[in-house]
């Protein structure tokens, strides 16, 4: 049994994307097995008021009182807002930066980091995982732990992890990559990664990309680690390539306790749909019907890794379609976060008004700051989409963060999620996947790809079979973009035409797969990997 088991990210009590729903979805089951010896540790951005932190009194408050740490470096103790209710630590860094050259030499020294190109968010990745360090230096010093893993997240974190493995050996570290640096930023330049998989070397990628030292630092972290992780087999083939270690894969899953059941999930659907009407009905000046398709993709705005331009021209492809051939008009919104000023006010009076007023550039919910460079604003206008009454298909963008209180939908994403009939996210690099896994525990079946983890599991051990799994993957290479296109064309056109039986048993397959992909089945392989990185630390000379 373990002593401590701390676990460092930068999306700790701070929500930023796909790393921070892994996290906070299996604290509850990490929670039931350790207690309170379980620490997340994430980054104190100095917000008075973290919706997601509760500084409620801790036996954290006694170390704290006594904690030798570097002058000017401060923290706040107490509890993640979410469930299971884990002890958090936030670290305020900034007082960290004078230590940065004494810091990045000796890293360099040791295990041959290459700090010095580093650019952007680099330095203060590497001093907030310094500042995670120290705290659990002291932290096990302070309770004399003697089995401690200390799991950090990504390559942001890899500069604690070093620490940790220079100044207490007998601490047993485990490192996860959710995605390799230079494989995203491979995909991220139009390069094709999965072709030429076998002919990639990191290191000349990482020098041809300007991305030395991210590489740099994930590369030795993944090295210097008891034990390595990954989220899925196609990741894993990833890191062995191009991090040039083999990691074990330990599957992201999913909390079952943040979906609505029986009635409560009927009348969450319920308000979901008719918010989504309501929005979509006020801004493109039509009452649109209550059986209207409604079909959502989210995530973060990386047009190909997403596959966010995929689904642009599946919609676009769609609303160009003979008539008749859709049996259901189709409203498809895009959940993606952007350079957001604020709410619009005339969609804010319009709603209100609870009329199809129609509005001047009906195809946006906020206004951005960056029109002219918004990556999906400007896709959508090149397509030439104007929602239009009439329109069989019509297109949304929302470029808020779902907290409940962006102004026009006024619902978090979990309970807005609910009221889809579809969503589909097609993506060419997608390590694990959790908007599809998180769609299918909310019933929505979803259309994915085999390049996503998530994809892959579902095809390896149920099958693909989106009548019995609420799931459709659609293969995709490189070089079939056109392909991918024509199979996700033909399957929502086959979905509008699904009887209200038919939709309901899919909603019900969907469910079913997402209780496979639970933390409750997946958390063994992580306690095997605390306890190999245990051994390998024990047996540490």
Same mark, same amino acid.
């Given at each position: 049994?373990?002593?401590?088991? *701390?676990?460092?990210?930068?999306?700790?009590?701070?929500?930023?994307?796909?790393?921070?729903?892994?996290?906070?979805?299996?604290?509850?089951?990490?929670?039931?097995? @350790?207690?309170?010896?379980?620490?997340?540790?994430?980054?104190?951005?100095?917000?008075? !008021?973290?919706? %997601? %932190?509760?500084?409620?009194?801790?036996?954290?408050?006694k170390?704290?009182?006594?904690?030798?740490?570097p002058?000017?470096?401060?923290?706040?103790?107490?509890?993640?807002?979410?469930?299971?209710?884990?002890?958090?630590?936030l670290?305020?860094?900034? #007082?960290?930066?004078? &230590?940065?050259?004494?810091? *990045?030499?000796?890293?360099?020294?040791? &295990?041959g +980091?290459?700090?010095?190109?580093?650019?952007?968010?680099?330095? !203060?990745?590497?001093?907030?995982?310094?500042?995670?360090?120290?705290?659990?230096e002291?932290?096990?010093?302070?309770?004399?732990?003697?089995?401690?893993?200390?799991? *950090?997240?990504?390559?942001?974190?890899?500069?604690?992890?070093?620490?940790?493995?220079?100044?207490?050996?007998?601490?047993?570290?485990? *490192?996860?990559?959710?995605?390799? #640096?230079?494989? =995203?930023?491979?995909?991220?330049?139009?390069?094709?990664?999965?072709?030429?998989?076998?002919?990639?070397?990191?290191?000349?990628?990482?020098?041809?990309l300007?991305?030395?030292?991210?590489?740099?630092?994930?590369?030795?972290?993944?090295?210097?680690?008891?034990? %390595?992780?990954?989220v899925?087999?196609?990741?894993?083939?990833?890191?062995?390539?191009?991090?040039?270690?083999?990691?074990?894969?330990?599957?992201?899953?999913?909390?079952?306790?943040?979906?609505?059941?029986?009635?409560? @999930?009927?009348?969450? =659907?319920?308000?979901?749909?008719?918010?989504?009407?309501?929005?979509a009905?006020?801004?493109?000046?039509?009452?649109?019907?209550?059986?209207?398709?409604?079909?959502?993709?989210?995530?973060?705005?990386?047009?190909?890794?997403?596959?966010?331009?995929?689904?642009?021209?599946?919609?676009?492809?769609?609303?160009?379609?003979?008539?008749?051939?859709?049996? =259901?008009?189709?409203?498809a919104? +895009?959940?993606?976060?952007?350079?957001?000023?604020?709410?619009?006010?005339?969609?804010?009076?319009?709603?209100?008004?609870?009329?199809?007023?129609? /509005? %001047?550039?009906?195809?946006?919910?906020?206004?951005?700051?960056n029109e002219?460079?918004?990556?999906?604003?400007?896709?959508?206008?090149?397509?030439?989409?104007?929602? /239009?009454?009439?329109?069989?298909?019509?297109?949304?963008?929302?470029?808020?963060?779902?907290?409940?209180?962006?102004?026009?939908?006024?619902?978090? &994403?979990?309970?807005?999620?609910?009221?889809?009939?579809?969503?589909?996210?097609?993506?060419?690099?997608?390590?694990?996947?959790?908007?599809?896994?998180?769609s299918?525990?909310?019933?929505?079946?979803?259309?994915?790809?085999?390049?996503?983890?998530?994809?892959?599991?579902?095809?390896?051990?149920?099958?693909?079979?989106?009548l019995?799994?609420?799931?459709?993957?659609?293969?995709?290479?490189?070089?079939?973009?056109? !392909?991918? /296109?024509?199979?996700?064309?033909?399957?929502?056109?086959?979905?509008?035409?699904?009887?209200?039986?038919?939709?309901?048993k899919?909603?019900?397959?969907?469910?079913?797969?997402?209780?496979?992909?639970?933390?409750?089945?997946?958390?063994? =392989?992580?306690?095997?990997?605390?306890?190999?990185?245990?051994?390998?630390?024990?047996?540490?000379?």
């Amino acid at each position: 049994m373990l002593d401590l088991l *701390f676990e460092t990210s930068w999306e700790v009590c701070n929500k930023v994307g796909g790393i921070y729903a892994v996290l906070s979805t299996k604290a509850k089951t990490l929670q039931k097995q @350790y207690g309170d010896k379980l620490i997340f540790i994430g980054p104190d951005l100095g917000n008075d !008021e973290n919706p %997601f %932190f509760d500084s409620t009194e801790t036996e954290l408050d006694k170390w704290k009182v006594q904690a030798t740490l570097p002058t000017g470096m401060t923290v706040k103790t107490g509890r993640w807002n979410i469930p299971g209710n884990p002890l958090a630590v936030l670290v305020n860094y900034n #007082s960290l930066y004078v &230590y940065k050259n004494e810091l *990045f030499a000796e890293m360099w020294r040791r &295990y041959g +980091v290459d700090s010095l190109h580093a650019y952007g968010d680099y330095d !203060e990745s590497c001093i907030f995982a310094y500042g995670a360090a120290l705290v659990i230096e002291s932290i096990v010093s302070y309770k004399k732990a003697e089995r401690v893993v200390a799991h *950090f997240d990504e390559w942001t974190t890899g500069m604690g992890l070093l620490y940790v493995k220079s100044r207490l050996p007998k601490v047993a570290t485990v *490192f996860t990559t959710h995605a390799t #640096s230079i494989g =995203r930023s491979i995909c991220g330049n139009g390069k094709p990664l999965y072709d030429y998989m076998a002919g990639y070397n990191g290191d000349q990628m990482a020098q041809e990309l300007n991305m030395e030292s991210k590489h740099s630092l994930e590369k030795c972290a993944a090295h210097e680690a008891d034990i %390595f992780t990954t989220v899925s087999d196609v990741t894993a083939r990833e890191c062995e390539q191009l991090l040039e270690r083999r990691p074990e894969v330990t599957p992201n899953a999913f909390e079952q306790n943040y979906v609505p059941k029986g009635a409560k @999930y009927t009348a969450a =659907r319920n308000a979901a749909r008719k918010r989504l009407l309501r929005v979509a009905s006020a801004l493109c000046g039509e009452e649109l019907a209550d059986d209207t398709m409604l079909i959502a993709t989210s995530g973060r705005c990386e047009m190909r890794n997403k596959g966010i331009d995929l689904y642009l021209d599946t919609m676009n492809v769609l609303r160009n379609l003979p008539d008749k051939a859709l049996s =259901r008009k189709i409203v498809a919104f +895009v959940l993606v976060p952007g350079w957001t000023q604020e709410a619009r006010h005339d969609l804010k009076a319009a709603i209100a008004m609870e009329k199809a007023v129609g /509005l %001047f550039n009906p195809i946006i919910t906020h206004i951005i700051h960056n029109e002219d460079s918004d990556a999906i604003y400007g896709k959508m206008n090149y397509l030439g989409f104007r929602n /239009l009454p009439g329109d069989e298909v019509k297109v949304i963008y929302v470029p808020s963060y779902l907290n409940g209180d962006d102004g026009i939908m006024n619902m978090t &994403y979990y309970d807005l999620l609910t009221g889809f009939d579809l969503s589909i996210f097609p993506s060419y690099y997608e390590p694990w996947g959790y908007t599809p896994l998180e769609s299918v525990a909310m019933g929505v079946p979803t259309i994915t790809t085999n390049l996503a983890g998530f994809g892959q599991w579902v095809e390896k051990e149920i099958g693909n079979n989106e009548l019995k799994t609420g799931v459709k993957v659609v293969h995709r290479t490189d070089s079939n973009y056109d !392909e991918t /296109l024509d199979e996700i064309v033909e399957s929502v056109v086959k979905f509008t035409a699904m009887t209200a039986k038919e939709h309901d048993k899919l909603r019900r397959a969907a469910k079913a797969t997402s209780k496979q992909a639970s933390w409750e089945n997946f958390m063994p =392989r992580y306690f095997e990997a605390y306890a190999l990185a245990l051994n390998s630390a024990n047996n540490r000379k």
